[in-house]
């Protein structure tokens, strides 16, 4: 299996296909990048082995069917692609044509993208055919869910393929068709903007509008953590590209969202968001 891309959601990806037994040729910008996320990859992989998840022979095996590289035309062994890399159009537009260029005419290329259109991406090649979304959920290596996105022009096959593999990966996939946030951003993003919203019509702190959620419809995790946990700038930055897309006022990103995320108050990562971290 290639990944390209071994940021936060590519290094998951490629852990869950170590795990799984495959080999993986992963591809990043620099060395150096690459070299972090075996690092990471090699961290929560330990984690596993302490909490007797894992044998340290298999971590140690997992680790060695790991390739990384910065050239993409080593990924040209591979069966499947996932493409984990920034979420801009023209970056990825790019990177499938390249990789139509490189592997096997029938290996199944696969897009990680949470709001750009997979079938647009798919039409960067001469093959849309065996372009399929995998959107996998932030943290890979935790989150069930893969949708399995047909794009207009996807083989039953392309599909298939994918759905198997999501399967092989230890996830819960479910198939669906090439729309707007897919199936659970569609639904989550409009949300927790309304969350957001609410915060100042009902004038609750951000504990309270969690308590709320939490003990009132059964939420695991409050909205606003939800929200840090994400990443303001992440949320406003699918937000917009929703609202593009649907025209639909809820998608709009909260003034309130994008004047944080302009203040640079990005949640858990920047260690302050509607809460602060240390
Ligand atoms: N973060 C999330 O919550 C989340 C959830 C689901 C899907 N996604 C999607 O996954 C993709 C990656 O998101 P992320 O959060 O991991 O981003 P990230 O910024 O953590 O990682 C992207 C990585 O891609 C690398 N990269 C850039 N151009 C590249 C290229 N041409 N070839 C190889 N690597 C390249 C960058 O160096 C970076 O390490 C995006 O399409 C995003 O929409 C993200």
Known sequence: MGVAGLGAMGAGIAQLAL???????GREVTSELGEA????????????????????????AALGRLEL?????????????IEAIVEELDAKLECFAELERIV???????????????TEIAAATSTPERVVGM??????????LVEIVRAELSSEE??????????????????????????????????????VRALDEARVTPEEMDTALRHGAGWPMGPCTLV??????VHVHASEALYEKLREPRMAPPPRLVAMRNAGLLGRKSGRGFYSYD
């Open 228 to 233: 840090d946990l994400v990443g303001i700038d």
């Open 158 to 195: 392309a599909v298939e393929t994918a759905y198997r593999l999501g399967e092989r990966m230890g996830k819960t996939p479910v198939r669906c068709h090439d729309t707007p946030g897919f199936v659970v951003n569609r639904i989550l993003i409009p949300l927790l903007n309304d969350c």
């Open 104 to 118: 096997r005419p029938d290996a199944v290329l696969a897009t990680n993208t949470s709001a750009l259109s997979v």
């Open 135 to 144: 959107h996998f959920f932030n943290p890979a290596p935790l989150m069930p």
């Open 69 to 81: 590289t910065t050239d993409l035309a080593h990924l040209a062994r591979s069966d499947v692609v």
């Open 19 to 25: 795990e799984a037994g495959f080999d993986v040729v």
């Open 37 to 60: 996320a075996r690092g990471r990859i090699g961290h929560f992989l330990g984690r596993k082995v302490e909490k007797g998840q894992l044998s340290a022979e298999d971590r140690d």
